[in-house]
């Protein structure tokens, strides 16, 4: 139903992944973290802009580990972007833009905008 609707094929994907996050918090103390990633991600018609596949995507993160040992802490990220083929082969290489929020219990907490540059691995 997705090509009837302007999306690719395969439409709908879910990813799970491990990040590491670091920067200030909102009172400007340091904060680092190692969040766990849970995305879901809608890909729009292949081909779409100037040759790419454009997508666009939301989800949640929990801090593992992070600022004072801690563990625990949500936050989310919301985020559009594009699959570029830089001739790798293991695959498209994904650029995304969009905003992201981290929370490291009892350490403080950080958002802002985010640039990202994903490329998967053939092993």
């Keep these: 139903m997705g090509e009837k609707i302007g999306l690719a094929e ?12 670091f920067g200030n918090d909102s009172n400007n103390n340091q904060l680092r973290s190692i969040p766990l990633f849970a995305d879901a991600v809608i890909y729009l018609k ?12 939301a989800g949640c993160n929990f801090n593992l580990y992070g600022t004072g040992q801690k563990s625990g802490g949500m936050g ?10 830089f001739g790798f ?10 905003y992201s929020s ?7 907490s950080t958002g802002g905008f985010a640039f990202t540059v994903t490329q998967p691995l053939k092993l």
Excluded at 46 to 57: A, H, K, Q
Excluded at 76 to 85: E, H, M, N, R, T
Excluded at 102 to 108: A, I, L, P, Q
């Design 10 to 21: 395969d439409a709908v994907e879910y990813k799970l992944g491990l990040g590491y996050a």
């Design 89 to 98: 082969s293991s695959g498209k290489t994904a650029l995304a833009l969009g």
């Design 76 to 85: 989310a990220q919301f985020y559009s972007g594009v699959l570029a083929d």
């Design 46 to 57: 292949e081909n779409s802009l100037f040759g790419m596949d454009p997508y666009v995507g």
């Design 102 to 108: 981290y929370r490291v219990e009892g350490s403080g």
